[in-house]
């Protein structure tokens, strides 16, 4: 059974520095990865999806690698803002068609 | 714009009610989903559909239904509401795995249900 762990489970930063969210899943054989953002009380944002033969995406500050061999996904955000404070939440999508979602990480930007 | 339109955000049910959560997206995805959310243990898939009929268990089944009529409209049923069935319930919808392999998924605004 596919099992998705995110790591760290919370994160506090000042205003503008450079973070990365990490994300691992037991099982390889998937055909894709997404990431999401949820604000407090309200529905995923899809942020970026990589297909499994993608290294990387990027979508304008935020950078996903990943690496499927070894079962890992990075998120890279760059030059963080108080405006990016939310839970980010990677899910895996294997050949069964289901997503299956890490636990998040729970971003806090001070400024 | 994409859009995935759960009915209501915030429900209040008494228990032993049948409760009903609609969910309509409008981008022609075959594959339909129901998760909660509760804080400690994630999202946990209820049930999805993969086409209009076609309905597949996910994780934790149990005390809920689904009904999918129309390839637009997924609806999770409650048969009889609990107290343990108090959560964040989202809908969420994308197309078919293919070759050229852009199956994001969207996700409603989510539905808030307090069973009392």
């Known amino acids: 059974k596919q099992e998705v762990t995110q790591i760290p489970a919370a994160l506090s930063v000042p205003e503008g520095e450079n973070l990365v969210l990490n994300c691992s899943f037991t099982?390889?054989?998937?055909?894709?990865l997404q990431w999401f953002r949820q604000d407090p009380g309200k529905g995923l944002t899809s942020l970026l999806l990589?297909?499994?033969?993608?290294r990387e995406q990027t979508s304008g500050r935020l950078n996903a690698s990943l690496d499927k061999s070894s079962g890992r996904s990075t998120l890279y955000i760059a030059a963080s803002q108080p405006g990016d404070s939310a839970t980010y939440l990677c899910a895996v999508r294997g050949y069964g068609n289901k997503l299956v979602f890490g636990a998040g990480t729970i971003l806090r930007v001070k400024s | 714009d994409v859009k995935v339109t759960q009915s209501s955000r915030y429900l209040v049910k008494r228990t032993g009610e049948k409760v009903f959560l609609e969910c309509v997206q409008d981008m022609d995805h075959e594959n339909m989903f129901w998760y909660r959310q509760d804080p400690g243990l994630g999202l946990r898939l209820i049930y999805f559909?993969?086409?209009?009929?076609?309905?597949e268990k996910g994780d934790i089944p149990e005390g809920y239904s689904v009904s999918r009529e129309k390839k637009e409209r997924f609806s999770l049923i409650l048969e009889s509401a609990s107290t343990n069935q108090t959560s964040m319930y989202l809908c969420a919808s994308s197309s078919h795995l293919t070759d050229r392999g852009n199956t994001e998924a969207f996700f409603g605004q989510g539905t808030r249900l307090t069973v009392v």
């Open positions: 099982d390889s054989a998937i055909y894709n």
């Open positions: 990589i297909q499994s033969s993608q």
């Open positions: 559909s993969y086409d209009v009929k076609m309905k």
